[in-house]
């Protein structure tokens, strides 16, 4: 069955360095998501992306981050400098449509940014 | 602008009871409402929606939710609770079917499955 892939499952930094998350969305999907789940609160919308740009981003989307489709499969999230703040849980999510309602998530990327 | 709220972080219930989880939404149009669960190390995923029509939706695994619109209300329900079921489950809502503008979901409900 297809899936959504995330890697690395975990990562750890030092606060100021920049992490890139890596996505590997559902081959024949159109549009791209990225949530963060910061320990014990609900799952937020960061950003998301179809046709090579973005659609729509949240107010946590600010200039740290970035999103990219360098190629026809992979999906990224680069944060440029590192917050203590930044330590969450990332989702990468996919969907063929905008009005099939479901979004296929992968398992998740943990920051812990020390 | 959407929120949603879910009562209870935790619900505890045994096995084989009805399971309830709460959900209310505020939405300044008709909303889209889903219900996503997590197991343990894994993703999110769909377990039913709701867009138009029937407000009784069915989903996987036995669960079902409806749609009160007086009430603002999406409760999850599930008559016999199974130790599988034993997940994080995450209400959300979205103007569109889950577009551009993404989903809002509430903070979650641990469900915990007694023995």
């Known amino acids: 069955e297809p899936e959504v892939t995330q890697t690395p499952s975990h990562q750890v930094t030092q606060m100021g360095q920049e992490v890139i998350l890596r996505c590997v969305p559902i081959?024949?999907?159109?549009?791209f998501y990225w949530y963060r789940q910061i320990l014990g609160q609900k799952v937020e919308f960061l950003v998301s992306?179809?046709?090579?740009?973005?659609?729509?981003k949240s107010e946590i989307f600010d200039d740290q981050f970035s999103v990219e489709r360098p190629d026809g499969s992979n999906f990224t999230l680069k944060i440029r400098s590192t917050k203590l703040e930044d330590s969450a849980m990332y989702f990468c999510?996919?969907?063929?449509?905008?009005?099939?309602?479901?979004?296929?998530f992968g398992e998740g990327s943990r920051l812990t940014v020390l | 602008a959407q929120s949603v709220t879910q009562l209870g972080s935790h619900v505890s219930v045994s096995e084989g009871a009805l399971v309830l989880l709460r959900c209310n939404y505020s939405?300044?149009?008709?909303?889209?409402l889903f219900w996503y669960v997590q197991y343990p190390n894994q993703g999110l995923q769909l377990l039913l929606k709701?867009?138009?029509?029937?407000?009784l939706v069915k989903g996987i695994n036995g669960f079902e939710a409806e749609f009160k619109k007086s009430e603002t209300s999406f409760h999850l329900t599930k008559p016999s609770a199974h130790m599988s079921d034993a997940a994080e489950y995450f209400c959300a809502v979205s103007k569109t079917g889950g577009g551009a503008d993404g989903l809002t979901f509430g903070k979650g409900t641990h469900l915990i499955i007694q023995p």
């Open positions: 709701y867009t138009t029509g029937a407000t």
């Open positions: 081959s024949n999907h159109l549009y």
């Open positions: 939405s300044s149009v008709p909303p889209y």
């Open positions: 992306f179809y046709n090579n740009e973005i659609s729509e």
């Open positions: 999510a996919s969907t063929s449509g905008f009005f099939t309602g479901e979004l296929f």
